[in-house]
């Protein structure tokens, strides 16, 4: 008897020895069988990140292989850039989102993905070149130079959308691009020839108040010479010795190997608001469709992205006028502004038509804002250097240049 109790015991735990394995010994990590795993799975979150976007989108919550319902397209703006052009929505893998397609099968966030090269077209470009999607602080490739109408010549790829920029694509620093640029070409009939009111020159100069750290400039103190031009040899004696090194670099002259940029000289120091350089000349003769550009470059500018001086202006912030009347020019930045170091003159196609009258015509910069630049100085605007304005006109043009005998006394 004592017997077939212990045989009992025995097959008793050699059953539950059998029953634990079978069962209650079951790996908890296993899967549980498909069948009940569709009832007990989800909802989810959906969370959406703008990545700078200027919006907030609330998250969603989506069953097990539901789909997400697609928010309204966020926006992204840069004070330079301008606004950005929104890809679309993006999974952790770096996968876009199909709002149609794609299933959510468990917590998710959806980033945003924005496009930030720089967006720059030609007009009457065809084919890839038309549009070029740049980074910041890369080059454009040069379509080939558009064929002219009969009577006039290619004079550039003009910037319409700043200031009628004409772009250089060679220059190490003009060549960058640094916001997005819309290009058309610019004709100018073969037979006009620019003609030039020269900054330096200017006769209102000789009276004109400049600022500089010191804490004024003056009359032929706001000049600074081309050293490699005629101007060098009349009695002008410039403030700042700017000449153009073998990489095109304006730097205080050292030694005689110089470029000329200038015609002669330009204007700086007009960082103070109410300043201006103002001609009166002649005209032959009537003219319409004049074209009116403008050689700048600047010396200081106000922070922009990442740190870049940008001397940003506008038709509103550094007037012109002619006869009186404002010339629309749009906004102007001049980007890559180096001080003192790099002085990048270029052209500024400002418009392609305006107007001249027989005889005595007015033509005026003015500094028309208080955008303070940097701190601790006396520059209180912003100003470009001023080289020169060009008329391209069949009417020619005559003026009376500043008296340079009065400037050196
Ligand atoms: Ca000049």
Not at 7 to 32: E, F, Q, Y
Not at 188 to 196: E, F, G, K, V
Request: charged share 20%; with cysteine.
């Amino acid at each position: 008897m004592k017997k077939t109790v212990l045989l009992g015991v025995i097959l008793c735990s050699m059953m539950l020895a059998a029953c634990g394995g079978g069962n209650g010994g079951k790996d908890p990590t296993s899967k549980v069988p498909t069948s009940t795993s569709q009832t007990t799975k989800g909802p989810y979150t959906v969370k959406f990140d703008t990545n700078g976007g200027a919006e907030t989108i609330e998250d969603q919550i989506v069953q097990h292989n539901g789909y997400a319902t697609k928010p309204t397209d966020p926006t992204r703006n840069d004070p330079v850039k301008g606004a950005y052009q929104f890809l679309g929505w993006y999974d952790s893998d770096n996968a876009i989102w199909s709002f149609e397609l794609s299933k959510v099968t468990k917590n998710i966030t959806l980033s945003a993905k924005w496009n930030d090269k720089y967006t720059v077209t030609f007009s009457g470009v065809e084919g890839a070149l038309a549009t070029q999607y740049i980074n910041r602080g890369e080059t454009l490739t040069k379509p080939a130079d558009p064929i002219a109408p009969s009577g006039k010549t290619f004079y550039g790829w003009r910037a319409t959308n700043n200031g009628g920029q004409i772009w250089d694509f060679e220059d190490k620093q003009l060549k960058l691009v640094m916001q997005d640029l819309t290009f058309e070409p610019l004709f100018i009939d073969s037979s006009l020839q620019a003609q030039a009111l020269e900054g330096e020159l200017c006769p209102n100069i000789l009276t004109m108040k400049g600022a500089t750290y010191s804490g004024g400039s003056q009359g032929r103190g706001m000049t600074a010479r081309d050293s490699h031009s005629s101007i060098n040899e009349n009695p002008l004696k410039a403030s700042g010795n700017y000449i153009w090194d073998e990489n095109q670099e304006a730097r205080y002259a050292t030694d005689s190997d110089e470029y000329e940029k200038t015609f002669g000289g330009f204007v700086h120091n007009m960082h103070i608001q109410g300043n201006f350089l103002e001609w009166e000349f002649t005209a032959s003769e009537a003219a319409s469709n004049v074209v009116l550009a403008m050689r700048a470059c600047a010396e200081y500018g106000l922070d922009g992205q990442d740190g870049e001086l940008v001397c940003a202006i506008s038709d509103q912030k550094c007037k012109v006028y002619l006869n009186n009347e404002l010339v629309e020019y749009g906004n102007l930045n001049i980007h890559n502004v180096i001080f003192n170091k790099y002085f990048t003159f270029q052209d500024y196609v400002l418009n392609t038509n305006v107007s001249l009258k027989k005889g005595t015509n007015t033509l005026k910069f003015l500094v028309d804002n208080n955008d303070f630049v940097g701190s601790g100085n006396s520059l209180v605007a912003q100003a470009p250097v001023f080289d020169c304005f060009k008329l391209f006109t069949s009417s020619t043009i005559e003026w009376a240049d500043a008296d340079i005998s009065v400037m050196d006394k």
